[in-house]
T-cell receptor, first 112, second 113 residues
Framework: DAKTTQPPSMDCAEGRAANLPCNHSTISGNEYVYWYRQIHSQGPQYIIHGLKNNETNEMASLIITEDRKSSTLILPHATLRDTAVYYCIVRGAGNQGGKLIFGQGTELSVKP | DGGITQSPKYLFRKEGQNVTLSCEQNLNHDAMYWYRQDPGQGLRLIYYSQIVNDFQKGDIAEGYSVSREKKESFPLTVTSAQKNPTAFYLC????????????FGNGTRLTVT
């Protein structure tokens, strides 16, 4: 599975959009991009995933570049409860799909 | 509500004792996984199971054992052979179609002294 690179920390003002970048330059054609977030002492929470096209759900939007080598998670109106560590993960389908490789993630701090 | 239940949330054991962590899901997922997380680190895969009565070792299976006798249950035993058992243990499940996300439980924090 491809490795991902994320900035270690970011700040965002409450009510503003939080844009979290992720590089996955070695991604292969059948690998999806997933985003999770983790609040201390809880399990990771699934946010969104995509293959090629941009995706949106009730939590966030995922923008994937045309060459698929990077992506951005957008929280459109960040709240204090969005403060967490955000993980970008690349995962292939198939029997090895459970082998999620979590990096260090981005620690997002939403400030009043 | 559908979800994954891990119990207990906190577990304390003496060194040399085996301990079993529970993981139950009612999402009707075929695949289940166990991960370990250490402070400031990402998740590392211990074992996973794609179907009942079958499971595969992950990256750090030494000192652990699992069983998958029922679709909804995937208990993890931390044996006395595991040299550094104190950690946060996370269970997850997913469907087995391509691209389906994993869903995680809220973890069990095991402390061995």
């Amino acid at each position: 599975d491809a490795k991902t690179t994320q900035p270690p920390s970011m700040d965002c003002a409450e009510g503003r959009a939080a844009n979290l970048p992720c590089n996955h330059s070695t991604i292969s054609g059948n690998e999806y991009v997933y985003w999770y977030r983790q609040i201390h002492s809880q399990g990771p929470q699934y946010i969104i995933h995509g293959l090629k096209n941009n995706e949106t759900n009730e939590m966030a939007s995922l923008i994937i570049t045309e060459d698929r080598k990077s992506s951005t998670l957008i929280l459109p109106h960040a709240t204090l409860r969005d403060t967490a560590v955000y993980y970008c993960i690349v995962r292939g389908a198939g029997n090895q799909g459970g082998k999620l490789i979590f990096g260090q993630g981005t620690e997002l701090s939403v400030k009043p | 509500d559908g979800g994954i239940t891990q119990s207990p949330k906190y577990l304390f054991r003496k060194e040399g004792q085996n301990v079993t962590l529970s993981c139950e899901q009612n999402l009707n997922h075929d695949a289940m996984y166990w991960y370990r997380q250490d402070p400031g680190q990402g998740l590392r895969l211990i074992y996973y199971s794609q179907i009942v009565n079958d499971f595969q070792k992950g990256d750090i299976a030494e000192g652990y054992s699992v069983s998958r006798e029922k679709k909804e249950s995937f208990p993890l035993t931390v044996t006395s052979a595991q040299k550094n058992p104190t950690a946060f243990y996370l269970c997850a499940s997913s469907g087995t179609g391509g691209g389906l996300p994993l869903h995680f439980g809220n973890g069990t924090r095991l402390t061995v002294t």
